[in-house]
């Protein structure tokens, strides 16, 4: 199959890059398959008592990470010599949190359930097993590691061998009939295979994990630096996850709906961000050599985006009942109506990815983080008014409302407008036509 290539980039390089992360994408579709295989077992009320609870979680893992994902491989590069005290401060740091959260996340779901019009049986336990699964992602410091050192190909293995345990594990409970607990349980196990294959793979390059050490001076830095991040990973993860939060008020059946819906909405996510960070060193190449061939990148960027995002919410629209009775069967009743409207949030999306490129090679950091929390506050404002009147059609809408306007925050500033006007040419395909008429 040939990979899609923008006009304008080097195709060899291209081509490269996408063939190497051919094992991530191989990780990625079967974690798909797999949570298809899980959410047509588990029903819409399991399965969205377990969604639940890992979005629930998931806002509180975001603090857990501390941001400090980018400044450890900054920190590296730059004191390759204190890697054992930059590592071991690092882990130290995201240990504690993580260990503090676990009884937060609790708290907070305690109150949150008792506060519900609507609660259902009580999932203490099921929030409390995902917060602990959290716990085990404080190892992600190795892969930061391993990043610095441009050896990510190492980790890419480990996480693919624990994809396919993973995998095994979970169809064995399925074929197994075993409740929704067992589930929550694999994915705790999840997180420490991964945790305990990043730990061998680092000892296996000769490493030694017991010469990390923590430094406190080192811990102020790194929180220092780290804080505007954490914000910024917490509004990203309220951004992605709040819907299944307030759905949780119509029942657990309507957030198993939605999130079926979402995991066939979701599940392509990937190839944006594969393609945008391909492009990215070509794209601060050309920003620092010839500024229009730059513009005219990006342009190009946006329409391949747009090309491969519109055709596929189209088809899908149009042939969403078949494929929720083909993945779910019958018993994800009302699924095939949102999907029609969650699949549009993909383009907004896939243009999301691109900007974000933008916006980080000119330095808008700020303003990457505005347009962020912007989709937030607009996502929790109209799921407050639409779930109570449509539940999981209602949050669809709201998720989709949210991704535009999250995307085409940038049309409101003035020095990034033309980027926002750029993405709209795209995506009524402007661009298109013109050099149809030019033929």
């Not at 830095?221 to 509004?235: D, E, F, H, W, Y």
């Not at 949210?402 to 009524?428: D, H, N, V």
Request: with cysteine.
């Amino acid at each position: 199959m040939k990979l899609p290539i923008i006009k304008g980039f080097d195709e060899e390089a291209f081509n490269k890059y996408l063939k190497n992360t051919g094992w991530v994408m191989f990780g990625k579709i079967l974690s798909m398959i797999v949570g298809f295989v899980v959410a047509r077992f588990l029903g819409p009320i399991s399965f969205g008592d377990l969604s639940f609870a890992d979005a629930f979680t998931a806002i509180a893992a975001a603090i857990g990470a501390l941001g400090l994902d980018t400044f450890i491989i900054r920190e590296i590069l730059n004191d390759p010599a204190k890697k054992d005290e930059i590592l071991g401060t690092s882990l130290l740091l995201r240990l504690g949190v993580n260990l503090l959260l676990i009884p937060v996340s609790i708290g907070l779901y305690l109150v949150f359930h008792k506060l519900s019009d609507n609660p259902g049986e009580p999932l203490t336990y099921v929030v409390a097993l995902l917060s602990f699964a959290a716990f085990f992602k404080s190892f992600n410091v190795i892969d930061s590691y391993f990043q610095s050192q441009v050896q990510s190909k190492y980790v890419v293995h480990i996480q693919n061998i624990c994809v396919i345990i993973s995998a095994l594990v979970k169809i064995l409970l399925v074929f197994l009939h075993l409740p929704v607990i067992w589930f929550a349980w694999a994915l705790v196990f999840d997180g420490f295979i991964l945790a305990l294959g990043l730990v061998l793979l680092y000892q296996n390059k000769g490493l030694n994990l017991f010469n990390w050490h923590f430094k406190k001076t080192r811990a102020k830095s790194l929180l220092k630096q780290s804080a505007p991040l954490i914000l910024s990973a917490v509004m990203v993860s309220i951004y992605m996850k709040i819907d299944q939060v307030m759905l949780k008020t119509e029942g657990s059946s309507a957030v198993g709906i939605y999130s079926a819906v979402a995991r066939i909405s979701e599940a392509w996510y990937f190839i944006p961000v594969a393609i945008v960070t391909s492009v990215f060193p070509a794209l601060i190449n050309a920003r620092k050599t010839d500024y229009a061939r730059y513009i005219k990148r990006l342009q190009n960027l946006y329409n391949l985006l747009v090309a491969i995002s519109l055709p596929v919410a189209i088809v899908i629209t149009f042939a969403s009942t078949f494929i929720i009775r083909i993945i779910y069967d019958k018993r994800f009743e009302g699924a095939e109506n949102m999907l029609p409207i969650h699949i549009w949030s993909g383009v907004f999306v896939f243009l999301g990815s691109a900007s974000s490129q933008y916006l980080l090679a000119e330095g808008y950091t700020k303003i990457s983080f505005y347009r962020t929390a912007f989709g937030a506050v607009i996502n929790i404002l109209l799921n407050f008014w639409l779930i109570p009147r449509y539940a999981g059609i209602g949050a669809s809408i709201a998720t989709l409302i949210a991704c535009a306007c999250s995307t085409f925050y940038i049309l409101l500033i003035p020095k990034t407008r033309q980027q926002g006007i750029m993405m709209l040419k795209s995506l009524f395909l402007v661009t298109a036509f013109q050099k149809i008429f030019k033929r």
